[in-house]
């Protein structure tokens, strides 16, 4: 009963933490993940900064998150539709 809004929740999570640089940089400095190293790089080289390169590391950035979403948004949209659904 509970997995379809478990699923959902799950799903939506892992694209978060994906995207999460904070607590990497907080808790973590030792293992610097994609989202975390391009904003360090934005920051240590705030007035040469190689912007093809920077946004090429952006648009990689995106794509785990954006191909979750797009092999699961049925999934998502279907529970998402069921949890507003009365009675």
Do not use: R
């Not at 809004?5 to 694209?15: A, D, F, P, Q, Y």
């Not at 400095?29 to 093809?52: D, Q």
């Amino acid at each position: 009963l509970a997995w379809p809004c478990l699923s959902s929740l799950l799903i939506l999570m892992l694209i978060e933490g994906w995207n999460d640089y904070a607590m990497v940089l907080y808790y973590m400095p030792k293992y610097v993940t994609v989202p975390t190293g391009l904003y360090l790089y934005s920051e240590t080289a705030k007035f040469n900064i190689n912007y093809p390169v920077y946004f090429a590391g952006i648009i990689l950035m995106c794509i785990p998150s954006v191909l979750l979403y797009v092999f699961t948004q049925s999934k998502i949209l279907n529970n998402v539709a069921m949890g507003g659904i009365k009675g």
